[in-house]
């Protein structure tokens, strides 16, 4: 059996194009995000129009994600960042809880993201 080679002609190691299941449910995390956000600009009530730019972004970098790329992971790490300094940010002055739990959960995910396996699989 031989490996698969890769356009360079570099024998590439086995199972290298698998999708980790932590890139998956990052993935579906952002685009659960990216529909709240639409949900609370179109309500009017949450959020402004401006935030639709987050939307975008969350689901450019969710499809890249599933895909393994690099660019998707530099979007997504620095969208997850800037959650869990946000949530932190909402939790230490207005003292809600569930802005603590969110950005705890976005603290796991950077953390994850940030991991040598991770970056190792994408291209």
């Not at 360079?8 to 698998?18: C, I, S, Y």
């Not at 932590?22 to 009530?45: D, N, P």
């Not at 994600?65 to 660019?71: A, E, V």
Request: hydrophobic share 55%; net charge positive; proline share 5%.
């Amino acid at each position: 059996m031989t490996d698969p080679e890769t356009k360079e002609g570099q024998a590439q190691p086995p199972g290298r194009d698998l999708l980790l299941p932590g890139l998956a449910a990052i993935s579906l995390y952002l685009l659960v995000l990216a529909g709240v956000i639409i949900l609370g600009v179109v309500s009017g009530r949450h959020y402004p129009a401006l935030f639709l730019v987050f939307a975008a972004c969350f689901i450019a970098a969710s499809a890249g994600l599933l895909l393994l790329r690099r660019w998707a992971w530099t979007l997504a790490l620095g969208g997850v960042f800037l959650l869990v300094v946000y949530n932190l940010w909402i939790f230490a002055s207005q003292h809600q809880g569930a802005a603590l739990v969110q950005g705890l959960l976005n603290l796991v995910f950077f953390l994850y993201l940030v991991r040598p396996e991770v970056r190792e699989k994408l291209r």
